[in-house]
């Protein structure tokens, strides 16, 4: 089955400085990437995904990039907010079947104000 | 605001009670999922409904019952439960496979339920 390994457990940020948070995979059959951003006492919402025939995908300060070939893919939040702090998750799954996701163990980002 | 419903936020049973969790959305969503979460992990799947019929069953204990009474309704019922089982309940959703729209592969989670078991 797929392995999805998520690197920093934790990370911690000055206000204005950029995140990186990375993940790896395994299944080479994997083609749906997400990550999604857990809030203190709420779900996991999603808040950007790529796809394995996109290497590279912007949405205002958050960027993913895949690079198939080596199975990895990357979350990347630019000019970071204190309110950008909260446990985000990578996940990985085979033809947008959702509920089979694997997902990382989660990072921890603090944004100092 | 999360357009999928969870209630209770929170719940306390004692390990002989029986209880439910019920979880609502109006997406139109025709997949919808039960996940446990501890404290600092992801979410583990417990059970998947497609078309309102049960169609993934991680091996979860049977003191974990799921229902899908239609299409926008789900709930978990539960008894005879242990200590370990207190944990973050998380329900979700999403366009289930072979739905006309475009699969976006998108799981949409309540804000879950916070079961403690005495």
């Known amino acids: 089955g797929e392995n999805v390994e998520q690197h920093p457990s934790t990370l911690s940020v000055q206000e204005g400085d950029s995140a990186v948070i990375k993940c790896t995979y395994s299944d080479s059959a994997s083609n749906y990437f997400p990550w999604y951003k857990q809030e203190l006492g709420k779900g996991p919402q999603l808040i950007i995904d790529i796809r394995s025939n996109v290497g590279e995908k912007k949405d205002q300060r958050i960027a993913v990039t895949l690079n198939k070939t080596a199975k990895h893919f990357s979350l990347h939040i630019t000019e970071t907010q204190p309110e950008d702090s909260a446990v985000y998750f990578c996940a990985a799954s085979y033809n947008t079947n959702a509920g089979k996701s694997t997902f990382g163990d989660g990072t921890t980002l603090t944004v100092k104000p | 605001d999360t357009e999928v419903t969870q209630t209770p936020k929170h719940l306390v049973m004692g390990m002989t009670n029986k209880k439910s969790l019920k979880c609502e959305q109006h997406m139109g969503h025709r997949a919808m999922y039960w996940y446990k979460q501890k404290a600092k992990k992801p979410p583990e799947l417990m059970f998947v409904y497609s078309y309102e019929k049960l169609s993934i069953n991680e091996s979860v204990p049977s003191r974990f019952s799921p229902e899908c009474p239609n299409s926008s309704l789900l709930n978990l019922h539960l008894h005879a439960l242990q200590p370990e089982d207190s944990a973050l309940y998380l329900c979700?959703?999403?366009?289930?496979?072979?739905?006309?729209?475009?699969?976006?592969?998108?799981?949409?989670f309540g804000e879950g339920s916070r079961l403690t078991v005495l």
């Open positions: 979700a959703s999403s366009q289930a496979k072979g739905e006309l729209a475009a699969n976006t592969g998108e799981l949409f």
